[in-house]
């Protein structure tokens, strides 16, 4: 089992930063990546940012450039530092950790991020 808590979200000016971050716990070691996922209000969550257990990461066309994913071993956190943030980025952001051993993917609650025009 693993758990994730999100947090980090709030309310900001267009243009403005936020750094979310994602807690991981339990059989930490066995996850083979982690990512950020979001969902808009009637959107599908769709895939923000992801970093591999052998810190590959790839990013959505949509925040190439903006965002980062980055993670602290020590911590068991993974990050998303956003910046230039844009209205359209509004939505619930969620984490999570994929295990392909078990072939499970767990999530956090999700944590709300609401840019302003």
């Known amino acids: 089992q693993v758990q994730l808590v999100e947090s980090g979200g709030g309310l900001v000016q267009a243009g403005g930063s936020l750094r979310l971050s994602c807690a991981a716990s339990?059989?930490?070691?066995?996850?083979?990546?982690i990512g950020w996922y979001r969902q808009a209000p009637g959107k599908q969550r769709g895939l923000v940012a992801v970093?591999?257990?052998?810190?590959?990461?790839d990013y959505a066309d949509s925040v190439k450039g903006r965002f980062t994913i980055s993670r602290d071993n020590a911590k068991n956190t993974v990050y998303l530092q956003m910046n230039s943030l844009k209205p359209e980025d509004t939505a619930v952001y969620y984490c999570?950790?994929?295990?392909?051993?078990?072939?499970?993917?767990?999530w956090g609650k999700g944590t709300l991020v609401t840019v302003s025009s």
């Open positions: 970093i591999s257990s052998g810190g590959r990461t």
């Open positions: 999570n950790a994929r295990i392909d051993t078990i072939g499970m993917n767990y």
């Open positions: 339990g059989i930490t070691f066995s996850i083979n990546a």
